[in-house]
């Protein structure tokens, strides 16, 4: 589960800071931005409705102005009136008939005066009630008139004989303004009668009051809430208020409403609807900034459990799984490091290659966890031998290489191939028993033997090579000598490959080996022969031991076996004699190998004699012991060849099934001429009579010889005093002489 899992350092604070507060702050800003500009909208919607509505509220006022003087100035240009005003006593009646009530109820004309031209007031009608009480008349209506005068004075109308117009030239006048106390709309015209301009002029005046009626069909009208008038700006939230001017005056007073607003009314609705858009928004994100905590958690993870796995991968890539040493890969980046060093510093690299003796056989007979045991120890006891500086990889099955930097003396080198030595001796326990093995070094130091890496491996491999060839647990330090005769190796191991491949340059020679008397022929031995295209002859001492090195002496071997098997058709009263090299010995399903081949060539076992060498016997007891008496029992005799060179253990004798023993050519040498040479022939030849074997004796090359083995009780002899090896063809000859000396 994700909620249980430990939270990495640092990754709830840097998701923070990279994700969660970012978004945060962006939401923030968007809410605020669509916040602000909903408000500045409804905001400015709500204006743009209070100025329409102010500019509905001054154009209804000034029309309303207007039409009140157009009703006024029907009565005033009625002539009748004027002709009523001239008669003395004025008819109040009519008047409040034909002009207050009138006004009264057709237009709502509230207060009606008519003045005198001397300003006194001859007929009043308030409500429609007629009257000439001078009382009724505000004491505020004359000085409002005096624009009206004025304006009449320059109209100069008493001059105008024409009625109409001076009817239609006649100054009306209306305005707004606070009479008794109260806001009122009044208009006021002057009385033109028939008779004029020598008539008094007489003049109209209308009133109505605003807040009593005359707002509210205005308001009707412009479809303005609660319009009224007020002295004072309203201070209610609820209502605007806008100053009215009386013309040529001051401030009377403002007109006060209830303004329509679209833009408030416009946010109560969005309002909430975008409060909920915001909270499900926020949930959204919510659900969102869990999935990317969740996502980024598990992407950490991931990136965790990657990195981890590089690093493994990264170890694995240069690093040796068992041992866990560095392997090749890196083995050779230290080796370049160390190699810079020395290029700038001075002193030497020395490059230790290390393969351990006799691990095939604890691999073999130990079992292979065994033998990763044992590399695991050796191993740890190298690692243990050098210093932090220097580097001990493992680059093969038992090959490890040690790369000593920054040296300064040889004596180093040589010291640390000793501890080597002395550590790899040491026993190991291994399957509850102490295992002995040993180590063979090959050392090659730059800048001395080369500066470039893989010139100082071949070098070293080189000289483990001479190492191990000289004899296991030594170590050498690389010397020119040594790789020009590798590569001379190298040259005739391929060029042998290629020989064998071809069928060219190889024969088998044949040298007969004689009975007690040197006289009669009784086998021949098969000796390998090769003329090289270029080197000429080369001996056997010289490319057999190559063919054993890189295994073409398995199938080399078996070729000379099958020019034997063909001889033995030729000689069938002759045993042949085929050298069977250890290498060959101990490959793998040997003795099957070698009886299918003489099948194949259909000759018979028994006239082919193997030769052996003590080596082989050394090792591997029961195994060679089972191979020799599965060729036994398949009918082949069986030769120790080179008998005295090696281990010389005549308790082999008794333990391997051998039919045959060849006494080493360098005892029959030294016959007559070493003290005990002779000794040593004698007791062997008897060992071998008192064993039931038989005895040949090699290399026999005087007369001498040939008597001191007669007289030993030697069984056989073989030697250039008989024969060279020489080629099958020539051998018709020498069996010729054989035979006549036969018979
Ligand atoms: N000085 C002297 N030498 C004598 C005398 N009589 C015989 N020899 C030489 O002694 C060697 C006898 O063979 P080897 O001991 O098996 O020693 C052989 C054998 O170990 C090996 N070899 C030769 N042919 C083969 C082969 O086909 N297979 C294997 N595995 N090894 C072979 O090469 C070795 C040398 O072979 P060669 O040079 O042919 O040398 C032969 C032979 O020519 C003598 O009177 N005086």
Redesign the pocket.
């Known amino acids: 589960m994700l909620s249980d899992m430990k939270l990495p350092e640092g990754f709830r604070s840097r998701f923070n800071r990279q994700m969660l507060y970012p978004l945060s702050a962006v939401l923030l800003i968007m809410f605020v931005a669509i916040g602000l500009f909903l408000f500045w909208l409804g905001h400015q919607n709500d204006q743009r409705a209070q100025h329409q509505e102010a500019a509905i509220i001054t154009s209804s006022l000034t029309y309303s102005l207007a039409e009140l003087a157009s009703q006024q100035r029907s009565v005033a240009a009625w002539e009748p009136v004027a002709q009523k005003l001239a008669e003395q006593p004025v008819d109040i009646t009519w008047l409040n008939e034909n002009v207050g009530a009138w006004l009264y109820n057709m237009f709502k004309h509230q207060q009606v005066f008519i003045l005198s031209p001397d300003n006194r007031m001859v007929f009043a009608s308030i409500n429609g009630m007629g009257s000439n009480d001078p009382r009724l008349m505000p004491p505020e209506i004359v000085p409002l008139l005096a624009e009206l005068r004025a304006r009449a004075e320059k109209a100069n109308l008493k001059t105008v004989s024409d009625q109409n117009l001076r009817r239609t030239r006649a100054p009306s006048l209306t305005d707004v303004a606070i009479v008794e106390g109260n806001p009122v709309v009044f208009a006021a015209s002057q009385i033109h009668g028939p008779k004029l301009p020598r008539e008094p002029t007489y003049t109209l005046v209308s009133i109505r009051l605003l807040n009593d009626g005359f707002l509210s069909s205005l308001s009707q009208r412009g479809l303005i809430r609660g319009l009224h008038f007020t002295l004072k700006a309203s201070s209610k939230p609820a209502e605007i208020s806008i100053p009215v001017y009386a013309k040529h005056t001051d401030q009377v007073g403002y007109m006060t409403w209830q303004p329509d607003r679209p833009g408030s009314r416009m946010l109560s609705y969005v309002g909430p609807a975008a409060a909920l858009f915001g909270v499900v928004m926020v949930a959204v994100i919510m659900v969102i900034v869990r999935t990317l905590w969740h996502s980024a958690l598990n992407l950490n993870q991931s990136m965790i459990e990657l990195r981890a796995s590089e690093a493994q991968a990264q170890h694995l890539a240069f690093h040796d799984v068992l041992t866990g040493l560095p392997n090749r890969a890196l083995l050779e980046d230290r080796l370049s490091h160390s190699l810079a060093l020395t290029a700038r510093n001075g002193g030497f690299t020395a490059l230790l290659v290390l393969d351990l003796d006799r691990f095939k056989n604890v691999n073999d007979t130990l079992g292979h966890s065994a033998g990763d045991g044992l590399i695991k120890e050796v191993a740890s006891r190298l690692s243990a031998l050098v210093r932090k500086t220097d580097t001990v990889a493992r680059i093969g099955g038992d090959e490890f290489v040690v790369v000593q930097t920054d040296v300064h003396d040889l004596s180093d080198v040589q010291a640390l191939c000793q501890r080597i030595h002395a550590a790899i001796e040491r026993p190991f326990m291994l399957a509850g028993n102490d295992t002995f093995i040993g180590v063979s070094i090959g050392v090659a130091l730059a800048p001395a033997d080369a500066m470039e890496r893989s010139e100082l491996m071949r070098k070293a491999d080189i000289a483990l090579y001479v190492a191990k060839y000289e004899g296991r647990g030594h170590f050498r330090y690389f010397e020119q000598s040594m790789d020009d005769s590798v590569q001379t190796r190298q040259e005739i191991a391929t060029d042998l490959r290629n020989a064998l491949m071809n069928n060219t340059g190889l024969e088998v020679h044949f040298?007969p080996q004689v009975d007690m008397s040197g006289q009669h022929v009784i086998g021949l031995?098969?000796?390998?022969r090769w003329q090289h295209p270029t080197r000429g002859t080369i001996?056997?001492?010289e490319f057999?031991p190559v063919a054993e090195e890189n295994g073409v002496?398995i199938p080399l071997?078996e070729w000379?076996l099958r020019q034997a098997c063909r001889a033995s058709h030729t000689w069938p009263a002759l045993f042949i004699a085929?050298?069977?090299?250890p290498v060959?010995f101990r490959s793998s399903d040997f003795a099957n190998r070698i009886k299918t081949i003489v099948t194949e060539e259909k000759a018979d076992p028994s006239h082919i004699e193997l030769?052996i060498t003590e080596s082989v016997l050394l090792n591997d007891d029961d195994e060679a012991r089972l191979t020799l008496m599965a060729l036994r029992d398949a009918g082949f005799k069986i030769a120790l060849?080179?008998f005295g060179t090696g281990y010389s253990s005549l308790s082999y004798l008794s333990r391997f099934p051998v039919d045959k023993i060849k006494i080493d050519?360098s005892f029959i040498r030294n016959l007559g001429v070493g003290e005990n040479s002779g000794a040593i022939v004698e007791s062997v030849v008897r060992l071998g009579r008192a064993m039931g074997l038989t005895v040949t004796a090699?290399?026999?090359?005087t007369e001498g010889q040939m008597a001191a083995l007669t007289e030993a009780g030697c069984d056989e002899m073989?030697?250039?005093?008989f024969s060279?090896?020489i080629p099958e063809d020539q051998l018709p000859a020498l069996m010729a002489k054989s035979d006549a000396h036969h018979t």
């Open positions: 040298q031995e098969a000796l390998l001996s056997p001492d057999i002496i071997g000379v085929v050298n069977v090299s060959q030769e060849d080179d050519r090699e290399g026999v090359e073989q030697g250039y005093l060279r090896a």
